[in-house]
């Protein structure tokens, strides 16, 4: 099983289709996005396809994974239990943001409150719901994130299992990640020059 890869690591080559994991609020849809600019390919945000009208699933999103990931060049998160495998299979790079808990968690809650005070519009015409969800919903995004802050890591155990030779480059903050941005995956192609 190939070893995990930090962000001074090179890589075996150039990425083409990234999945980037991460629990909630670690900052993988800003990572996949940068990733996506640096490789100049498609960034395909997973919630956008995910979510419909009033928080709904989209009937369509199984088939809009489908149809992207046979694309040559994408960039997206590893969300979403239905089609985690498919991500997978797919990839040829994964990275796992895993910033500290503590980060994670300030950076969601914080989201939550800014998207909640500002009203902000999200996928589909949808809205954070009222604060008192927090308390109500065991499901609200805030307390999914801490209920499940260690899945990622046992996600991957698993996938490193099924796919040994899967390159995984795992990031445990923002100056990482700007350093393996701005470093290894920026030299792929030329790994061992």
Known sequence: MRALLSFDDALPSRPSRVVVAGTSGSGK??????????LGV??????????GPGWTPRPTFLADVEEFTTRPGWVTEWQYSSARDLLADRCDLMVWLDPPHT???RQVTARTLRRRARREVLWNGNVEPP??????????????AWRTRHATAERL??????????????????????RWLS???TRTGDAGT
């Open 103 to 105: 980060t994670a968690m």
């Open 29 to 38: 849809t800003t990572l996949s996005a940068r990733i996506g600019r640096v």
């Open 131 to 144: 604060l008192r969800a927090f308390v109500t919903d065991r499901d609200h995004v805030v307390r999914w």
């Open 183 to 185: 470093g290894p995956l």
């Open 157 to 178: 155990a698993r996938l490193r299992v099924l796919r040994p030779a899967l390159p995984v480059v795992r990031l445990r903050s923002r100056a990482e990640a700007d």
């Open 42 to 51: 498609e960034h395909v945000e997973i919630d956008a396809l995910f979510h």
